[in-house]
């Protein structure tokens, strides 16, 4: 029996969610295993325990329990946004000599940001929608901004992974407020051009055999994006398998699965894409999808006829051999 350490809260908006997703994996975790609940604080890392909390000691990366000094195995990140999603408990970790099941620190911190990971697969001939980065909100002239991309434009933090700070803008006015939503939650802002298709997001991981595609999701949302009201308010149809002819759905896999190979990732990770006629459009890259009772890849594995726990208990035996 290894004993794993589940970090999961972290700094961003969307602390919540990551308890949420936390308590699904736990209540499901292959029982081969002893799973430790480690809450990530900015004051302090608390590790969940029968009777209470105890401090988890970044130090020496272990916690006193019953009068003994306790130490995790090996490790799963589920934060969502910073301080996990974007690598810095891998490097901590990595300096601690303790094996995770996640992503590296390069593809997490490369993934983390939208605008760099695009940009990146798009050197490698992957399609994304047409950008623009700001790094700081007096570069933004509006004019010129709509003439680059058109209107309606994306505005979202680049550097963040929650669902907050997005906005779909549709007039001149609205951008500039936007750009202020955008920058309270990430320090970079792109802005992205308008696609006019068919959202679907496959979520992939590594088995013994290789690399699993899982069934695609629709995602049919009552607001006008995939935010964070649409994703966790019920404000969104999630359908899966996706209504999409077979020969699209195989070409959207394929490249899920070649995106997961390229950018080097580990455990599950789940791409979004907009389909637009027969084209597949990157959205973005999430290397720490939600995994709540109301999230997307739980939906996923359900429709794959894979249980929650057989699910972990193959990437626990794959990622920690590799």
Known sequence: ???????????????????????????????????????????????????????????????????????????????????????KIQAYLDMMDIPYLNSGVLASALSFDKWYCNQFLKGFGFQVAKSVILTEKAQASTQALIKELGLPIFVKPADSGSSYGISKVKTAAALTPALDLAFKEGKRVVLEAFLDGTEVTCGVYRSSTGLVALPLTEIVSETEFFDYE?????????????????????????????????????????????????????????????????????????????????????????????
């Open 230 to 322: 649409a994703k966790y308010s019920g404000k969104s149809q999630e359908i899966t398998p996706a209504r999409i002819e077979d020969t699209l759905r195989d070409k959207v896999q394929a490249t899920a699965k070649s995106i997961y190979d390229l950018l080097g990732l580990k455990a599950i990770a789940r791409i979004d894409f907009m389909l637009v006629g027969q084209e597949a459009f990157v959205i973005e890259v999430n290397t720490t999808p939600g995994f709540s009772p109301a999230s997307i890849v739980p939906q996923m594995l359900a429709a794959a006829e894979i249980s929650i726990t057989d699910f972990w208990q193959e990437i626990i035996q794959v990622e920690l051999k590799s």
């Open 1 to 87: 029996m290894k004993r794993i350490g589940l970090f999961c809260g972290g700094f961003s908006s969307e602390f919540d969610i990551s308890l949420k997703s936390a308590k699904t994996i736990s209540a499901h975790f292959p029982k081969q295993h002893e799973c430790v609940l480690i809450v990530v604080k900015k004051n302090a890392w608390e590790v969940q325990t029968e009777n209470g909390t105890v401090l988890f000691d970044l130090n020496s990366a272990s916690y006193a329990l019953n009068g003994q000094i306790e130490r995790i195995d090996a490790a799963l990140i589920y934060t969502h946004g910073d301080p996990g999603e974007n690598g």
